[in-house]
C-alpha cells in the first residue's frame, strides 16, 4: 500500500510537471521585423534555434532511423524500457564504463524539457517518472512530434540548435522532406553527442557517425543496397551560416519585454514581434568585427589590450532599433556596450551646442546665432573650483575668428566653449536632455566637450532627433507581443516629444553635412560612403574612446571604438569608428533609394562672403551659399574690397 501511495503521488506531481510547468516558465520566441519564423527562442536559461513542425512534415526514412538508433521498443513500453535500462547496465558493468544510455525517446524528451544535464541517480529517477506521466497525458504521435522538435543537436555560436527542423536547416539549408538519406544519417546521427559528431567540429568523426547509422539502416532493410551505396559516396557538406548574430539585441529586448508586460503572468509560449531587420543586422555585426579585425592588424601589438566595439542603428521615422552588436563576440562576453558602457563622448556632444544656439537664436531675431556667425577662437583658460582648465583644439591650432559652421565642421573645441557660454550651459544641458541624453550631464564647463557620459543607445536616439527634424522618440525594440493563443499583450506605441524646431534641427543637419564633405569626417568618401548623409566625429580625453554618429534620412547609426578598462585606443572617431559606420551604412542601405536632407518651411539661403559672415550684395561676385531662419539671415553687407580686406587681416592674425 505505501509503494502504490507512493507510485500515485509520483505520477500526480509528473503529470503537473507536464500540463502546468510551462505557464511558470513559458518559452519566448523572438521574430525578426516581417519573418514569419522566429529567429530565435529562449527557455529561461538558453537562447534556441528552434523550427517545429508536424509529424507528417518529416521524412519516413528519418522517424525510421531516430526509432532505430534511439529507441527501438518505443511503441511497446510506458515511457521506460526496463529490458533496455537492464542491458545498459549489463553492457556498462562489463565494460567498466558508461557504453549505454537506456533512456527511451520519451525519458530523452522530459529530461530536455524538464530537466537539467547532471548525471545523477536522482535525476534518473525524476527523468522516469516523468517520462510515464508524459505517457499517461499524450499519444505516442504527439510524444514523437515533441521528441522531434525538442531534441537537442548542437550549437551555433550562442544558440542552442532543437530539433531536426531547425537542424536540417541551419547545418543543411534546406527542410526535412527535403533530406536525402545521407543527410537523415548525418542528423540522425548527431543525436548521441552532438558538439564532438557536429560537422562543424569534425567532418571526419561526422562522416564515421553517418555512415555507421546507414548501415544500421541497411541491416535493418530500411534502405536498399543501392541507396546505401550512393549515401555512403556523398562526401559531408554543411551550409554557410545564416544566422543573425543578435544575441546583444535579444538581450536588450528581454528587458524590455519584463518591463511592458511586468505585471502579466507566463502561458505557455510568448510571441515577441521585434523591430530587428535581419539584413541589416547581419551588416551590423559583419561591420564590428571586420572593423575590429582591421584595427586589431594596424595597432602596435605590445598594447596588451582587447579592442571592443559597438553599433546601434535606428530607424528615423519610427525610432526602431533596427540592428545591435555589443561587442565583438557575445560568447566571450555578455556585457552589451551599446547600452550598458557609459563612456565620455567628446566632440560628438558639441551639436546639442548649436542646436542650442539655433533654437534661442530663432527667437531672437536680428540677434540670432546663424551658420554664419562670427565667433573667436584662441587659445582660453577657465579657472573651475581652484584649478585652471586650458581646452585645446585637436590640432593646437587656432584661427582667431571663425563662423559657426567652420567651428563644428572642423570641431574646433575653443570656439565651441564661446558659443556655449552665449548660449549658457544650463541651456545647453537642457537641450541635449530634451533630445535624449538621459544619463547624467554635470553642469561643468567640460561638459560641453563631451566629458559627462552617456550610452551609444542615448547619443544615437539623440541623433536621431536631428535627422527627424527637432521630433524625440524613444528608441524601442519590440513592435507586438502576443500569448499563445493570439491574445496582444502589449502593442508599441509612439512615444514621443517636441526637443527642438524643425529648422534649428535642419541647420545642425546642414553643418553635419559639411563635416562629411569636407570637415572632420571627410575621410568617409574616401571610404566608399555613396550617400547624402550628415554625422559627426567623436574622440574622448587621451583618446580613450573612438565615436561616430551620422544618418540619412532614414537610418541613423552610431558606432564606439574603445577598450573595456577604459585604456587609450590611441585612434580618432575619424580613424577608428568612421570606417566600421560608412561600410555598414552602405551595406545596410542597399534597400532604401537615395534621397537628400529636405528643408522645411521657414529655411531661407543667401550668399554670404566666408570671410566676415555677411551677405554679398547681388553685384559682388564669389562668396559661398548658406542657410538661415528666416529673418535671421544677414543683412547686405560691404563691398568686394571690404571683404578682401577682411579676409587679409583674419590670415595674418590667425596661428
Not at 32 to 45: C, E, K, L, V
Not at 191 to 213: G, H, K, W
Request: with cysteine; hydrophobic share 40%; proline share 5%.
Amino acid at each position: 500500500m505505501p509503494l502504490l501511495l507512493l507510485a500515485g503521488l509520483a505520477a500526480t506531481w509528473a503529470i503537473w510537471h507536464v500540463v502546468a510547468g510551462q505557464a511558470f516558465s513559458p518559452t519566448v520566441l523572438f521574430y525578426a521585423d516581417g519573418a514569419r519564423t522566429p529567429m530565435a527562442a529562449f527557455n529561461g536559461s538558453a537562447y534556441e534555434l528552434r523550427e517545429e513542425r508536424l509529424l507528417s512534415a518529416y521524412p519516413p526514412l528519418l522517424i525510421d532511423a531516430v526509432l532505430l538508433m534511439e529507441d527501438r521498443r518505443f511503441y511497446e513500453h510506458h515511457g521506460v524500457d526496463v529490458r533496455a535500462v537492464i542491458r545498459a547496465a549489463w553492457a556498462n558493468v562489463r565494460r567498466g564504463t558508461i557504453v549505454q544510455g537506456g533512456s527511451t525517446l520519451t525519458q530523452q524528451l522530459a529530461r530536455a524539457r524538464y530537466l537539467n544535464r547532471e548525471r545523477t541517480f536522482w535525476r534518473k529517477m525524476k527523468e522516469a517518472v516523468l517520462a510515464v506521466g508524459l505517457e499517461a497525458t499524450l499519444s505516442k504521435r504527439e510524444i514523437l512530434e515533441q521528441y522531434l522538435n525538442e531534441v537537442y543537436l548542437g550549437q551555433l555560436g550562442t544558440y542552442e540548435i532543437r530539433g531536426m527542423a531547425a537542424a536540417s536547416r541551419h547545418y543543411l539549408g534546406k527542410e526535412p522532406d527535403a533530406l536525402r538519406p545521407a543527410e537523415v544519417a548525418l542528423l540522425v546521427g548527431l543525436i548521441r553527442s552532438p558538439n564532438t559528431i557536429s560537422p562543424l567540429t569534425s567532418l571526419q568523426r561526422a562522416r564515421e557517425r553517418r555512415n555507421f547509422v546507414l548501415r544500421r539502416l541497411r541491416q535493418e532493410q530500411r534502405l536498399s543496397d543501392a541507396d546505401y551505396d550512393r549515401a555512403l559516396k556523398e562526401p559531408v557538406r554543411v551550409v554557410r551560416d545564416s544566422t543573425v548574430g543578435a544575441s546583444y539585441f535579444l538581450d536588450f529586448a528581454r528587458k524590455e519585454l519584463e518591463a511592458r508586460l511586468s505585471g502579466v503572468s507566463g502561458s505557455g509560449t510568448l510571441k515577441v514581434y521585434t523591430t530587428l531587420e535581419v539584413a541589416i543586422q547581419q551588416s551590423a555585426y559583419q561591420a564590428v568585427v571586420q572593423g575590429l579585425v582591421k584595427l586589431d592588424g594596424g595597432r602596435k601589438a605590445s598594447s596588451g589590450h582587447t579592442l571592443e566595439g559597438a553599433l546601434v542603428a535606428l530607424d528615423v521615422q519610427r525610432g526602431a532599433i533596427r540592428a545591435m552588436v555589443g561587442g565583438r563576440s557575445y560568447q566571450r562576453s555578455q556585457f552589451n556596450r551599446a547600452v550598458q558602457a557609459r563612456r565620455q563622448p567628446g566632440s560628438l556632444f558639441k551639436p546639442f551646442i548649436y542646436l542650442a544656439a539655433f533654437e534661442t537664436g530663432s527667437r531672437n531675431g536680428e540677434h540670432a546665432l546663424t551658420p554664419a556667425t562670427l565667433v573667436p577662437d584662441h587659445p582660453l583658460t577657465q579657472i573651475i573650483g581652484n584649478e585652471r582648465w586650458t581646452p585645446k583644439n585637436f590640432n593646437g591650432r587656432y584661427y582667431g575668428s571663425v563662423r559657426l559652421r567652420e567651428a563644428l565642421e572642423q570641431s574646433l573645441n575653443a570656439a565651441t566653449i564661446t558659443i556655449g557660454e552665449r548660449v549658457g550651459l544650463s541651456r545647453v544641458i537642457e537641450q541635449a536632455r530634451v533630445s535624449g541624453i538621459e544619463s547624467p550631464l554635470r553642469p561643468s564647463p567640460a561638459t560641453l566637450l563631451g566629458a559627462s557620459e552617456v550610452t551609444l543607445l542615448e547619443i544615437t536616439a539623440a541623433y536621431g532627433t536631428l535627422a527627424r527634424g527637432g521630433e524625440w522618440l524613444r528608441p524601442s525594440a519590440i513592435r507586438r507581443v502576443e500569448d499563445s493563443d493570439g491574445r496582444v499583450l502589449f502593442e508599441a506605441q509612439r512615444e514621443a516629444r517636441r526637443a527642438a524646431s524643425p529648422q534649428a534641427a535642419f541647420l545642425v543637419t546642414s553643418l553635419l553635412r559639411g563635416a562629411i564633405e569636407r570637415g572632420t569626417a571627410a575621410s568617409a568618401h574616401r571610404l566608399g560612403l555613396t550617400r547624402e548623409a550628415a554625422g559627426k566625429t567623436g574622440t574622448s580625453n587621451e583618446m580613450r574612446d573612438a565615436w561616430f554618429v551620422g544618418y540619412t534620412p532614414d537610418l541613423v547609426a552610431g558606432v564606439w571604438v574603445g577598450i573595456d578598462f577604459g585604456a587609450p585606443v590611441r585612434l580618432t572617431g575619424a580613424q577608428a569608428a568612421l570606417p566600421i559606420w560608412t561600410q555598414f551604412l552602405e551595406q545596410a542601405s542597399v534597400g532604401y533609394p537615395p534621397r537628400s536632407f529636405e528643408p522645411p518651411s521657414g529655411i531661407v539661403t543667401a550668399r554670404i562672403d566666408p570671410a566676415s559672415g555677411l551677405r554679398l550684395t547681388p553685384g559682388c561676385p564669389g562668396g559661398v551659399d548658406e542657410v538661415f531662419i528666416h529673418g535671421t539671415e544677414p543683412g547686405a553687407g560691404c563691398s568686394q574690397g571690404e571683404f578682401a580686406l577682411f579676409g587679409w587681416f583674419r590670415r595674418l592674425f590667425s596661428h
